[in-house]
């Protein structure tokens, strides 16, 4: 029983030197008008923050509960994941590259997707608007999305961002499986 303690001591003790002395001091700082400048003195306005703030926290808790349950790119990615790992297993040729290019965005940093993935749905001329028109057959000038400036269709692109991050770590799982890894 000792043991497990002092096991579980240090990983506990960075926890709460982190988690809850955060948690603490948000807490804090919730109460005050916080001035973020350094020695400027902020004002304690106590629970009133909380009630002018109260429809912004039901609207951002109303958006993240959609999110979980129409926008979640977890499934798909899956999915697709699942897929592409089976067809890869089915020996098709440059199966390297393949596997390189479905993982590169695994590796690509949220920060460098964050900033490119915005000009694939501008309204005039982004990837996606030129395919839409395209399958559709109809004039780019005329019937452009508007991707990024509307809720919902913003929220699918977000789910794109999501599925095409994820959909490489669900094939890198997958594929070893799919070829047999020995049991010993």
């Known amino acids: 029983m000792i043991a497990a303690v002092l096991f ?6 960075l926890f709460a030197l982190v988690i809850l002395y955060r948690s ?3 807490s804090r700082i919730s109460l005050y008008h916080w001035a973020i400048a350094p020695g400027t003195p902020s004002a304690f306005i106590g629970l009133r923050a909380t009630t ?3 429809c912004t926290i039901r609207s951002s808790g109303g958006a993240s509960s959609r999110w979980l349950l129409h926008g979640d790119d977890r499934v798909p990615a ?3 994941g699942l897929a592409i790992a089976v067809l890869l297993d089915a020996h098709i040729r440059r ?3 393949f596997r ?3 993982y590169r965005p695994v590796v690509t940093s949220w920060v460098v997707v964050s900033l490119a993935f915005p000009y694939l749905f501008i309204t005039d001329g982004g990837l996606f608007n030129l395919v839409s028109c395209t399958t559709q057959r109809m004039s780019p000038v005329h019937n452009n999305i508007d991707w990024l400036g509307q ?3 913003a929220m699918i ?3 794109i961002l999501g599925v095409w991050k994820g959909v490489g770590w669900s094939m890198i799982i997958f594929l070893p499986r799919c070829k047999g890894v020995p049991r010993n």
């Open 24 to 26: 603490r001091a948000l």
């Open 151 to 153: 809720r919902w269709t």
């Open 8 to 13: 579980v001591a240090p990983g506990f003790a």
């Open 78 to 80: 899956i999915v697709i």
């Open 52 to 54: 002018r703030r109260h």
């Open 157 to 159: 692109a977000i789910s």
């Open 100 to 102: 390189t290019l479905f």
């Open 95 to 97: 199966g390297r590259f």
